[in-house]
């Protein structure tokens, strides 16, 4: 049986030339990693909700409108992932990132990676569930609830960078 592998881990095997936040000098360069993965990964997303927008259109299901809203909170989080606060403090920066704020804040970037690929792949589902109005609705509600839980993780790592 083989060992399990530690979040850190996780971090490198997800994000090309992410060093673990080892390093104080790139520790800008792994939060910038992490967070323009997790940004692509939710633009894929919104390109498969976009497909499945215009496979929509073309049958006419009911579900158009709540497929756009999702679309539109990932334009959204993709932009605020994008453009987040940066998890390392300058010299002069007010708010510090501690070593225990930085374990929670490297816990929030995994989890975040982990969120944005479940996001991707319902998205891949609803594009296919368009042609079955009832499993389409249950699709759209799922992932309605795994943004928000997304959402509520970008809000929590914020937290942590606001030294709330």
């Known amino acids: 049986m083989g060992k399990e592998t530690s979040i850190w881990e996780k971090l490198e095997l997800a994000i090309p030339g992410f060093h673990g936040y080892k390093k104080k000098e790139l520790l800008r360069e792994d939060d910038r990693l992490v967070r323009e993965n997790v940004a692509e990964i939710l633009a894929g997303a919104r390109r498969e909700l976009e497909r499945a927008l215009q496979r929509c259109a073309m049958v006419n299901c009911d579900q158009l ?11 959204m989080l993709e932009g605020k992932v994008r453009h987040a606060e940066a998890g390392y403090a300058g010299f002069f920066d007010r708010v510090k990132v501690k070593e225990p704020e930085l374990e929670k804040l490297i816990q929030y970037d995994a989890r975040m990676v982990e969120l944005a690929e479940e996001i991707a792949k319902m998205a891949g589902v609803i594009r296919d569930a368009v042609s079955d109005p009832a499993r389409l609705g249950v699709e759209v509600l799922n992932l309605d609830d795994k943004i928000r839980e997304f959402e509520d993780t ?8 606001r030294g709330e």
Request: hydrophobic fraction near 55%; avoid cysteine.
């Open 65 to 75: 409108v709540a497929i756009d809203n999702l679309r539109k909170r990932l334009v």
């Open 154 to 161: 970008v809000e929590g790592r914020s937290m942590i960078l």
